[in-house]
């Protein structure tokens, strides 16, 4: 009987071996696939700003070459852009309706905020879609982000 202990303590000793080796395995494994996708995040970001900014002086080249005087404002944020062009307004062929006290007052100033309307619904932003409920947004962030528009 004492040896049939001794197995049931040795099989007990090598399964907390195996299960601290598997969870190790896994941890070790979360934290590069979440390295990795950092990197291809920042690797992807650095693409689209770079493709953006091509196109966009791709674009102003045409506008020059065409004899088309086009104007370049930038806005520091979203409530400059509604002093300039009102609480709703086309930006880019969309309506887009400015954040305001009485409407998703959690949006105002933060970057993430979208405005644009789609076959009539409201995108607000991707991580909220309709708003959020009261005023402090979990996710809210100050839009240092310029915005772009031509005259």
């Known amino acids: 009987m004492e040896d049939w202990w001794k ?7 090598e399964m907390e071996k195996f299960f601290q080796e598997v ?9 590069e696939v979440g390295e990795t996708i950092e990197v291809f995040g920042e690797q ?4 689209i700003v ?11 080249d045409f506008l020059s070459e065409t004899g088309i005087e086009a104007e370049i404002i930038i806005f520091e944020d979203l409530e400059e852009f509604a002093e300039e062009f009102g609480e709703e307004s086309e930006l880019f062929g969309f309506n887009f309706k400015r954040p305001t006290p009485e409407n998703h007052p959690a949006c105002i100033g933060c ?8 076959n009539g619904n409201l995108l607000v932003c991707a991580m909220h879609p309709y708003g959020w409920d009261d005023n402090n ?10 915005k772009f528009t031509f005259d």
């Open 7 to 13: 197995i049931v303590e040795m099989t007990t000793e």
């Open 23 to 31: 969870g190790s395995a896994v941890e070790s494994f979360a934290e």
């Open 44 to 47: 992807l970001q650095e693409i």
């Open 137 to 146: 947004c979990p996710d809210w962030e100050s839009n240092t982000n310029s």
């Open 111 to 118: 970057q993430h905020y979208h405005g644009r309307v789609y």
């Open 50 to 60: 770079s493709e953006v900014d091509r196109h966009l002086q791709d674009f102003l």
